[in-house]
């Protein structure tokens, strides 16, 4: 066998040629595949965060109530979040007055500190 440089052209004859002796049934399989990875592709292209769910089986895109529960599931976390952050915040919040009580007290310091 003589090594030919491949080009587009001939790919294409290539497959072509192939295409012809392909049954029907595999034919419209080979489609429908296309088309799924071709629906995919354009979920990846325009919306990640779409395309990532889709790829761990958390959207279908095909039905509206797994839209609901990815929004609920999303709201969810987006509250979760919201709260952890608040807390947080309120917790690591400034202990300035509690300084200010120490230091103008009469009694010392080690007064309040548990021996």
């Given at each position: 066998m003589k090594n030919k440089k491949l080009t587009p052209g001939s790919i294409k004859y290539l497959l072509n040629h192939s295409a012809s002796s392909i049954d029907r049934a595999t034919?419209?399989?080979?489609?429908?595949s296309r088309n799924l990875a071709?629906?995919?592709h354009r979920t990846l292209q325009h919306a990640p965060v779409q395309a990532w769910l889709?790829?761990?089986g958390l959207w279908s895109g095909s039905s509206s109530s797994s839209?609901?529960?990815v929004y609920l599931a999303l709201a969810v976390?987006?509250?979760l979040c919201l709260y952890s952050g608040i807390t947080y915040i309120q917790h690591d919040r400034d202990h300035?007055?509690?300084?200010?009580e120490l230091l103008t007290d009469d009694l010392?310091?080690?007064?309040?500190v548990d021996q």
């Open positions: 034919a419209e399989s080979l489609r429908n071709l629906e995919r889709t790829h761990h839209h609901k529960h976390l987006f509250s300035s007055d509690i300084d200010i010392p310091v080690d007064a309040y």
